[in-house]
């Protein structure tokens, strides 16, 4: 069975650090780029950073995660983290990792598995 499997949210203060991973179960990661999205409660579903398959090419959309956002992955561990510094109270959503086959990119829509969520609430 194909899965995605997000860990590491929690409630962290204003300027505090997560660091989210992203498990695949019944497929290898290698030959898929994986991004990361983020919803908060009554918006609408925003990207945050896509890694490639390939050669670890990385993009940040520049209002989520730019300068503060680090992905990586280890196709070893079949895993992907993305580690969240100088976190916000705006940054507060459901995060969810996605893999995609072959090129990377923000067209979510193109993403062929989803996994449930983690949960990331920043306040004081």
């Known amino acids: 069975q194909v899965q995605l499997v997000e860990s590491g949210g929690g409630l962290v203060q204003p300027g505090g650090s997560l660091r989210l991973s992203c498990a695949a179960s019944g497929f290898t990661l290698d030959d898929y780029a994986i991004g990361w999205v983020r919803q908060a409660p009554g918006k609408e579903r925003e990207g945050v950073a896509c890694?490639?398959?390939?050669?670890?090419?990385?993009?940040y959309e520049d209002s989520a995660a730019k300068g503060r956002f680090t992905i990586s992955r280890d196709n070893a561990k079949n895993t992907v983290t993305l580690q969240m510094n100088s976190l916000k109270p705006e940054d507060t959503a459901l995060y969810y990792c996605a893999a995609k086959y072959g090129f990377y990119g923000t067209d979510w829509s193109l993403y062929d598995y989803w996994g449930q969520g983690t949960q990331v609430t920043v306040s004081s």
């Open positions: 890694i490639s398959s390939d050669d670890g090419s990385r993009y």
